[in-house]
């Protein structure tokens, strides 16, 4: 069974840092790219970020990018999403999610999510 | 960038037919994906590759992409399908998520 547990979230100042974890389990983790989503309170899905297997290609929505650092540790089975420099419009809840390819592209989806962590940021 | 507009509310009485609409430019020439998500839960993938649902998804799903709309269609709605529904593409090396939907069944 696939299994994808996020972790990290919290509270946090305008202009701090935080990296959230999502732990992957009931899959062979390499074979796949990894996705960060998340969802403002009240607001609907937005994709953060991406990152292949094997070569670890990155693509970041324009929104984060040069602020937050996708990642991941195959030996672990985790995906890390670094932020720095956070703001008020970064608060949200933040998914993992598995892309059912190797690399992202036209034919990708997202067959599975995690629970989410909660992210706030504010002073 | 690329954007993907979908109606914000559509109501369906039960047992009737829902049809959800997601319009972006030359849409028909990408794979479009669709995801429910119901109050507190994560998003649940319920179309892929613009008509396939997964194992598990109930038939009364359906999907269809054409031009510049693609469709997600739920036949025979029941009350449990009362969710946010998003559909999904990839455009220039990105995802892009529709606005969003809520499906209420009434």
């Known amino acids: 069974e696939v299994q994808l547990l996020e972790s990290g979230g919290g509270f946090v100042q305008p202009g701090g840092s935080l990296r959230l974890s999502c732990a992957a389990s009931g899959f062979t983790f390499s074979s796949y790219a990894m996705n960060w989503v998340r969802q403002a309170p009240g607001k609907g899905l937005e994709w953060v970020s991406s990152i292949s297997g094997r070569d670890d290609s990155t693509y970041y929505a324009d929104s984060v990018k040069g602020r937050f650092t996708i990642s991941r540790d195959d030996s672990k089975n985790t995906l890390y999403l670094q932020m720095n420099s956070l703001r008020a419009e970064d608060t949200a809840v933040y998914y993992c999610a598995q892309d059912i390819l190797l690399r992202p592209g036209g034919n990708s989806f997202f067959d599975y999510w995690g629970q989410g962590t909660l992210v706030t940021v504010s002073s | 960038s690329y954007e993907l507009t979908q109606p914000p509310s559509v109501s369906v009485p039960p047992g009737q037919t829902a049809s959800i609409t997601c319009s972006g430019d030359?849409?028909?020439?990408?794979?479009v994906s669709w995801y429910q998500q119901r109050p507190g839960q994560s998003p649940v993938l319920v179309i892929y590759?613009?008509?396939k649902r997964p194992s598990g998804i109930p038939e009364r799903f359906s999907g269809s992409n054409s031009g510049n709309t693609a469709t997600l269609t739920i036949t025979g709605t029941q009350a449990l399908d009362e969710a946010d529904y998003y559909c999904?593409?990839?455009?220039?090396?990105?995802?892009?998520f529709g606005t969003g939907t809520k499906v209420t069944v009434l």
């Open positions: 030359k849409l028909g020439d990408k794979y």
């Open positions: 590759q613009d008509t």
């Open positions: 999904q593409a990839w455009d220039s090396s990105l995802f892009v």
